[in-house]
């Protein structure tokens, strides 16, 4: 009598057809651990993790006349220089391919500290 209880109970809870309580909260933290790691983005390879943060600012910069058609500017980013932040000045490119466009560069945190996820072309 008191197993024809429990089914009548867990029937409401899981269907048969999932396979039982145990089998469908294992898929929900398995779902729910890939879900995560997806999200998560990955380092380059060759990072180099920095445990201080980044300038959590832009320094201002003037833009000058593009040299040409077909130039974008790249605007400035600090960089790890071992010690301390540096500046690095932004500057024109050419485009690799007509309607290019450029994502800029930035810092990411990670478990092991800051590192630099650089710019490209898309």
Known sequence: MRAAVYVEEMRFLVP????GPMRFVRLALV????ALAAC???????????????????RSEVIGVAP?????????YWEWGGAAYRWVPGRWV???YPRAR?????WRHARGGWYWMP???R
């Open 16 to 19: 048969a057809y999932l396979g």
């Open 31 to 34: 779902s729910g651990l890939l």
């Open 40 to 58: 998560a983005p990955l380092p380059p390879p060759g990072a180099v993790y920095v445990a201080v943060a980044p300038p959590g600012y832009y």
């Open 68 to 76: 040409g058609p077909g130039y974008v500017f790249v605007r400035g």
């Open 94 to 96: 050419a485009r690799p």
């Open 102 to 106: 450029w994502a800029p560069g930035r």
């Open 119 to 121: 710019g490209r072309w």
